[in-house]
C-alpha cells in the first residue's frame, strides 16, 4: 500500500512540476471490477490498441533499450511513444508512464501517466498528462487530449459492464 502511495504521489508530483507554459489533463473513471482484472485488460503498453476505439494497430519496438508502441489510428496516422516506466501487479501498484516522440496531435513535450487503483469495491483508472500545446492554444489542446481519454475510458468501463 505504502509503494502505490509513493508511484502515485510521484506521478503527481512530476505532472506538477512543470513550467507555466504546460498544460495538463487528468480523467478517471470508476469500474466495478477488481484493480488486477481491470489490469490484465489494458496494463500491456500495446493493449491499447484492444480498448481504444481511435488505435486500429499497435507494434511494439525497441529503440535504444526502450520499449516504444508505434500506434496506427483510424485515418492511417501513426504515433510514436516511449514507455518510461511500467509497474505490473507484482510490484503492488499498477500502472505505466509514456511519451510521446511523434505525433499528429496539437502537442509536443508530452509526458502521461495511465494506472489503476482500488476505490472502495471497485477500480478507478486514471489517465493524466502535461504537454504543450503546438499550434493550437492550450485549451483546443486541452479538449483534443481529453477527448482521447474520454473515448478510451468510456471504452474501458464498458468492457466491464454486463
Request: aromatic fraction near 6%; glycine fraction near 8%.
Given at each position: ?13 512530476i ?10 489533463v ?13 489490469w ?33 489510428l ?11 516506466d511500467h509497474?505490473?501487479?507484482d ?36 489517465w ?29 468501463q ?5
Amino acid at each position: 500500500m505504502k509503494i502505490k502511495h509513493l508511484t502515485m504521489t510521484a506521478a503527481a508530483l512530476i505532472i506538477s512540476v512543470c513550467t507555466a507554459q504546460a498544460a495538463s489533463v487528468e480523467k478517471s473513471v470508476t469500474i466495478a471490477a477488481k484493480p488486477a482484472d481491470v489490469w490484465a485488460k489494458i496494463g500491456h503498453f500495446c493493449q491499447i490498441a484492444g480498448w481504444h476505439p481511435a488505435i486500429t494497430k499497435c507494434e511494439l519496438s525497441t529503440m535504444d533499450s526502450r520499449v516504444h508502441r508505434t500506434l496506427t489510428l483510424g485515418d492511417g496516422a501513426t504515433i510514436l511513444e516511449m514507455q518510461t516506466d511500467h509497474r505490473g501487479a507484482d510490484d503492488k501498484t499498477m500502472n505505466y508512464s509514456y511519451i510521446i516522440h511523434k505525433s499528429p496531435l496539437p502537442i509536443k513535450n508530452y509526458t502521461s501517466f495511465i494506472g489503476v487503483e482500488p476505490d472502495g469495491e471497485g477500480t478507478k483508472v486514471i489517465w493524466r498528462s502535461i504537454f504543450d500545446a503546438n499550434g493550437v492554444d492550450d485549451a483546443k489542446a486541452k479538449e483534443v487530449i481529453g477527448g482521447i481519454y474520454d473515448g478510451g475510458l468510456a471504452s474501458i468501463q464498458a468492457m466491464f459492464t454486463n
